[in-house]
């Protein structure tokens, strides 16, 4: 895990809501830190190459923006790599997990239109000859305040 | 709401996350014939609305010692899930609580969380105090631990093709 120092920490868990809707942003967030604009720019390019921010942007809410599900596959474990690889390969997946479970394969397809997500859903079971349970959001009872980063 | 096409050109190039220069809505807005202000009030308008459930840093869990990231997933009578998947939606711990559909006789669950933490021990212990907090510890569910991320982005939603 990267060393970061207390303002890296406060920007990672002041910033990741409610980022200023202005022309300058990065201005408005080095204001409140302390700091100038070019530096709040320069730390999150930083944090983007260690891996630690994944973006600075909107997360959208799934099926408004677009149209996405949850798949599970149990797949034999000696076909996994295989699979997962084949999996990866479509844009419309996002994440792609290996879960302790009988159903051991996990990924989100998400696209425009819910066709296409059934598009890649089938084509998937055709090319693997394995069942994929398609499993999409019904209701969402989480209000995304972000992650509550604890530094200790 | 249904999203115009100027506004799916707008999400699918805003799915990358905004540029790190010093006017990044006026960046993003030049790459798909926008100006700032239509931008910002694009942006403005798909916040109030619930389009955008948040704006701002998206960090990576992993990357940050949040190695543990439990799906806990929960069998609740259909009359019950709501009020359960509100009680455990307001749970600090939790970051996601999904319904879905379930798909007997293969899968029994309706009810999808997220739990994060540092280690499995942990996820575990937090996992317990949740469950006996929120009424649902009498329910069947399974905590399902990652073994392997074979990838992880951003999701891509929005008109590319129109954009480009």
Sequence with gaps: MP???????????????????????YAAMADRLGIGEAEVIARLARLSGQGVVSRVGPVFAANRAGCSTLAAMAVPPERLEEVACLINAYPQVNHNYERSHHFNLWFVVAAPRRDEVDAVLDDIRDRTGIEVLDLPLVADYHIDLGFDLQWN | MELSDRDLVLVAALCDGLPLSPRPYAALGTAIGMDEAEVLDRIAAMAANGVIRRLGIVVRHRELGYRANAMVVWDIPDGEVDAAGRRLGDCPEVTLCYRRPRRPPDWPYNLFTMIHGRGRTEVEAAIALIAERTGTAGFRHEALFPVRRFKQCGARYGLRAAAE
């Design chain 1, 3 to 25: 060393i970061l120092d207390s303002i890296d920490r406060r920007l990672l868990s002041e910033f990741q809501r409610d980022l200023p809707l202005e022309p300058r942003p």
